[in-house]
C-alpha cells in the first residue's frame, strides 16, 4: 500500500471509488492524504512498532487511515464496526493503542469505550457535522474530555503532503472475531524495510490471484476484516483500481461490475447464495463478462452454491483457507475443485498435519485438527495462555483449531471448527456438513446448526434459521426442511428440531456469530458437555 510512484505516473487515474456515493479520490489525492496522516501520527511521538486503532465503516477515509501506518511503520487495528462499547474498550486497551480514528455514526459508541482506556490521546473523527468538535490543539483534552476529539480533515490538512523522511514498513494487527471468547490480537513482527518494498508474503499472494497492472477491484465486504484490507492494499500497490461498496446488496454488485468493468473481487459464499436467489431476468441484466478472476474463502461453500456460481460465471472462481495468524495457506482454482468438489484446496504456504487427540496423524479421509509447521512467526499480543494454547506440546506446531481431512490426492476438506463440534451418543457430528445442506433450500435465506442438551444422548442436533421473504415462520416449514435434511445425510447428522429468527447473527465478513444462538440452549448448565 504505497503508491508514491503511481502519484507520478498516472496522477488522475482514481485510487478508489466509494459505490454507494461516486466520490473518488485520484492518486495524487490519495498519496497526499496517506502524507498528511503519517506527519500527523509522527507529530504525536508515535514511532515504529506503535499502535494505533481504527473504527469505523467503510468511507472515504479508511483505506488511507490504514495506509499511513503502513508508510510510518505502525501497527493499526482495524476493529469491527459492530462493536459494542465493552468490545472496542477491550480491543483498543488490548492492542496498546495510542490514537483511534473513527467516524461520526461510531462516535457514541467510541466515546463510551475511550472513557475505559486512558492510553488513548486523540481521537479523530471522519465525517463529523460542521461545529460538532473543537478545533483546538491535537495533544490538549477538550474540557470535560480526557482526551482530544478533532475533526479528521481538519487534524491533516496542515501536515505537509510529501512522505516523512523516515519511512518504514508497517502492518495490521488485527484481531480474531471473537466467536469463541475474547478477541485475539495477530501479532507478527514488522520487516525492517521500506515501505515501498516487496515481501515473500506480497509476491505470493499477487500472484496466487492473478493481480495485474490496471486492475479493477470490487470490494463487497468491511475493510476492517483481513483479506478485503489485503486484496484492496495489493490492488493499490498494483496501481489499479479498487470500488469500494459501503455494504453488500447483491443486485447492486452485479451493476457496479458491468459499470466500472471490474476484472477481480473477492466475496464469502453467503453473498453467493443471496445472487443466486436473484430472479433469473435480474441475474442476466448485468454484463459481467470483464471478469477474471473471483476469490472467496470465510468459509467453506455448500457444493451446489459452487456449482451454480461457476457454472454462471465460468471456471474463473478461486477458492483459499488461510487464517490472520497465517499458519498456513491452501488454494485451488475451478478446476482443480470441480475434479474435488468440497475441497479448500492443497496446501501451498506452511506444511499441514491433520492429527486426532492424541497428536498422531490422521489417515486420509478422517478428520482431525489442522495443525501447521507455520512459515512466519506469530502470537497473540499480551495473551502468552492463549498463545501457548495454540502450540503443540513441542512448539512446532500451531493451529486456531479448525477440523478437517486430506483426501488421498491432498486435498484439503474443512468440516468444522472443533469449538462447535457436537458429540451426540459419542458420535462426533461436525455442523458445517448440515448448514450448507440447508442453506441451498429453496425456502432458506441463512442457517445455523449446534449441539443442544439432550439427556440420553449428551446433545443433539439442533438448527436455527432464518427464511426467504414471505416463507412461512411455522411447523409445516420446519418439517419439510427436516426431510429435506433426512433425504440427504444421515439421520445423525439431521436436526431434531428447527427454530426460526428474524436476521442471523452473521458479522458482515461472512462469519456466522454462533456463539449467543447456541448459549440461550444452555442455560443453566454449568458444562457445555452433558
Not at 465503516?57 to 469491527?80: D, H, K, P, Q, W
Not at 491535537?138 to 512522505?163: K, N, W, Y
Given at each position: 500500500?504505497?503508491?508514491?510512484?503511481?502519484?507520478?505516473?498516472?496522477?488522475?487515474?482514481?485510487?478508489?471509488?466509494?459505490?454507494?456515493?461516486?466520490?473518488?479520490?485520484?492518486?495524487?489525492?490519495?498519496e497526499a492524504r496517506c502524507n498528511r496522516l503519517a506527519h500527523l501520527l509522527r507529530s504525536l511521538g508515535l514511532q515504529r512498532g506503535d499502535h494505533y486503532a481504527i473504527f469505523m465503516e467503510n468511507n472515504a477515509r479508511f483505506i488511507?487511515?490504514?495506509?499511513?501506518?503502513?508508510?510510518?511503520?505502525?501497527?493499526?487495528?482495524?476493529?469491527?464496526?459492530?462493536?459494542?462499547?465493552?468490545?472496542?474498550?477491550?480491543?483498543?486497551?488490548?492492542?496498546?493503542?495510542?490514537?483511534?480514528?473513527?467516524?461520526?455514526?461510531?462516535?457514541?459508541?467510541?466515546?463510551?469505550?475511550?472513557?475505559?482506556?486512558?492510553?488513548?490521546?486523540?481521537?479523530?473523527?471522519?465525517?463529523?457535522?460542521?461545529?460538532?468538535?473543537?478545533?483546538?490543539?491535537?495533544?490538549?483534552?477538550?474540557?470535560?474530555?480526557?482526551?482530544?476529539?478533532?475533526?479528521?480533515?481538519?487534524?491533516?490538512?496542515?501536515?505537509?503532503?510529501?512522505?516523512?523522511?523516515?519511512?518504514?514498513?508497517?502492518?495490521?494487527?488485527?484481531?480474531?472475531?471473537?466467536?469463541?471468547?475474547?478477541?485475539?490480537?495477530?501479532?507478527?513482527?514488522?520487516?525492517?524495510?521500506?515501505?515501498?518494498?516487496?515481501?515473500?508474503?506480497?509476491?505470493?499472494?499477487?500472484?496466487?490471484?492473478?493481480?495485474?497492472?490496471?486492475?479493477?477491484?470490487?470490494?463487497?465486504?468491511?475493510?476492517?476484516?483481513?483479506?478485503?484490507?489485503?486484496?484492496?492494499?495489493?490492488?493499490?500497490?498494483?496501481?489499479?483500481?479498487?470500488?469500494?461498496?459501503?455494504?453488500?446488496?447483491?443486485?447492486?454488485?452485479?451493476?457496479?461490475?458491468?459499470?466500472?468493468?471490474?476484472?477481480?473481487?473477492?466475496?464469502?459464499?453467503?453473498?453467493?447464495?443471496?445472487?443466486?436467489?436473484?430472479?433469473?431476468?435480474?441475474?442476466?441484466?448485468?454484463?459481467?463478462?470483464?471478469l477474471e478472476v473471483i476469490i472467496h474463502a470465510a468459509a467453506p461453500c455448500p457444493v451446489p452454491v459452487k456449482e451454480q456460481m461457476i457454472a454462471w460465471w465460468g471456471p474463473i472462481i478461486r477458492e483459499y483457507y488461510g487464517a490472520?495468524?497465517?499458519?498456513?495457506?491452501?488454494?485451488?482454482?475451478?478446476?482443480?475443485?470441480?475434479?474435488?468438489?468440497?475441497?479448500?484446496?492443497?496446501?501451498?504456504?506452511?506444511?499441514?498435519?491433520?492429527?486426532?487427540?492424541?497428536?498422531?496423524?490422521?489417515?486420509?479421509?478422517?478428520?482431525?485438527?489442522?495443525?501447521?509447521?507455520?512459515?512466519?512467526?506469530?502470537?497473540?499480543?499480551?495473551?502468552?495462555?492463549?498463545?501457548?494454547?495454540?502450540?503443540?506440546?513441542?512448539?512446532?506446531?500451531?493451529?486456531?483449531?479448525?477440523?478437517?481431512?486430506?483426501?488421498?490426492?491432498?486435498?484439503?476438506?474443512?468440516?468444522?471448527?472443533?469449538?462447535f463440534m457436537i458429540i451426540s451418543g459419542g458420535v462426533n457430528i461436525y455442523p458445517q456438513e448440515c448448514e450448507n445442506l440447508l442453506i441451498t433450500h429453496p425456502r432458506v435465506a441463512d442457517a445455523a446448526v449446534f449441539g443442544i442438551?439432550?439427556?440420553?444422548?449428551?446433545?443433539?442436533?439442533?438448527?436455527?434459521?432464518?427464511?426467504?421473504?414471505?416463507?412461512?415462520?411455522?411447523?409445516?416449514?420446519?418439517?419439510?426442511?427436516?426431510?429435506?435434511?433426512?433425504?440427504?445425510?444421515?439421520?445423525?447428522?439431521?436436526?431434531?428440531?428447527?427454530?426460526?429468527?428474524?436476521?442471523?447473527?452473521?458479522?458482515?465478513?461472512?462469519?456466522?456469530?454462533?456463539?449467543?444462538?447456541?448459549?440461550?440452549?444452555?442455560?443453566?448448565?454449568?458444562?457445555?458437555?452433558?
Amino acid at each position: 500500500m504505497y503508491p508514491g510512484s503511481y502519484a507520478l505516473k498516472h496522477p488522475d487515474r482514481p485510487a478508489f471509488i466509494m459505490a454507494h456515493t461516486g466520490e473518488t479520490v485520484t492518486y495524487r489525492e490519495y498519496e497526499a492524504r496517506c502524507n498528511r496522516l503519517a506527519h500527523l501520527l509522527r507529530s504525536l511521538g508515535l514511532q515504529r512498532g506503535d499502535h494505533y486503532a481504527i473504527f469505523m465503516e467503510n468511507n472515504a477515509r479508511f483505506i488511507e487511515s490504514c495506509a499511513a501506518g503502513v508508510r510510518a511503520g505502525l501497527y493499526y487495528t482495524a476493529a469491527n464496526s459492530y462493536l459494542t462499547a465493552g468490545e472496542l474498550a477491550y480491543i483498543l486497551e488490548n492492542s496498546e493503542s495510542q490514537i483511534l480514528i473513527t467516524s461520526a455514526s461510531r462516535l457514541a459508541v467510541a466515546r463510551q469505550a475511550l472513557a475505559e482506556v486512558p492510553r488513548i490521546r486523540l481521537c479523530l473523527v471522519v465525517d463529523a457535522p460542521a461545529g460538532l468538535l473543537n478545533n483546538g490543539p491535537l495533544d490538549q483534552p477538550d474540557a470535560g474530555e480526557s482526551i482530544a476529539v478533532r475533526d479528521f480533515v481538519q487534524a491533516t490538512q496542515g501536515f505537509a503532503d510529501t512522505p516523512i523522511p523516515d519511512e518504514s514498513m508497517g502492518g495490521p494487527m488485527l484481531y480474531s472475531s471473537g466467536t469463541t471468547g475474547r478477541p485475539k490480537g495477530v501479532f507478527k513482527p514488522l520487516p525492517d524495510i521500506a515501505p515501498g518494498e516487496i515481501t515473500p508474503g506480497i509476491r505470493f499472494s499477487d500472484g496466487l490471484w492473478g493481480f495485474r497492472d490496471d486492475m479493477v477491484y470490487l470490494s463487497p465486504a468491511p475493510l476492517y476484516h483481513s483479506a478485503p484490507n489485503s486484496s484492496v492494499s495489493l490492488t493499490i500497490r498494483r496501481g489499479g483500481t479498487v470500488i469500494v461498496m459501503e455494504k453488500f446488496d447483491p443486485e447492486r454488485y452485479l451493476a457496479l461490475v458491468e459499470q466500472h468493468r471490474v476484472t477481480h473481487s473477492q466475496l464469502v459464499p453467503t453473498m453467493f447464495s443471496r445472487m443466486l436467489k436473484l430472479p433469473p431476468e435480474t441475474r442476466s441484466r448485468y454484463d459481467l463478462s470483464s471478469l477474471e478472476v473471483i476469490i472467496h474463502a470465510a468459509a467453506p461453500c455448500p457444493v451446489p452454491v459452487k456449482e451454480q456460481m461457476i457454472a454462471w460465471w465460468g471456471p474463473i472462481i478461486r477458492e483459499y483457507y488461510g487464517a490472520t495468524e497465517g499458519l498456513g495457506f491452501a488454494a485451488c482454482n475451478s478446476q482443480e475443485w470441480l475434479a474435488h468438489k468440497g475441497t479448500v484446496g492443497k496446501v501451498v504456504w506452511g506444511t499441514l498435519h491433520v492429527l486426532d487427540e492424541a497428536m498422531q496423524p490422521c489417515p486420509p479421509g478422517v478428520s482431525g485438527t489442522l495443525w501447521f509447521e507455520p512459515p512466519t512467526e506469530f502470537e497473540y499480543f499480551n495473551d502468552t495462555a492463549r498463545t501457548q494454547e495454540s502450540r503443540s506440546p513441542d512448539g512446532r506446531l500451531a493451529t486456531v483449531g479448525d477440523v478437517g481431512y486430506l483426501n488421498e490426492a491432498g486435498y484439503l476438506f474443512l468440516t468444522d471448527r472443533a469449538t462447535f463440534m457436537i458429540i451426540s451418543g459419542g458420535v462426533n457430528i461436525y455442523p458445517q456438513e448440515c448448514e450448507n445442506l440447508l442453506i441451498t433450500h429453496p425456502r432458506v435465506a441463512d442457517a445455523a446448526v449446534f449441539g443442544i442438551p439432550n439427556e440420553d444422548l449428551g446433545e443433539e442436533v439442533k438448527a436455527v434459521v432464518q427464511v426467504m421473504p414471505g416463507v412461512a415462520q411455522d411447523d409445516a416449514v420446519a418439517e419439510e426442511l427436516m426431510a429435506f435434511c433426512r433425504s440427504h445425510l444421515a439421520t445423525l447428522k439431521c436436526p431434531r428440531s428447527i427454530d426460526f429468527i428474524d436476521e442471523m447473527p452473521r458479522l458482515p465478513t461472512g462469519k456466522l456469530y454462533k456463539k449467543p444462538l447456541r448459549e440461550k440452549y444452555w442455560t443453566g448448565h454449568s458444562s457445555r458437555i452433558v
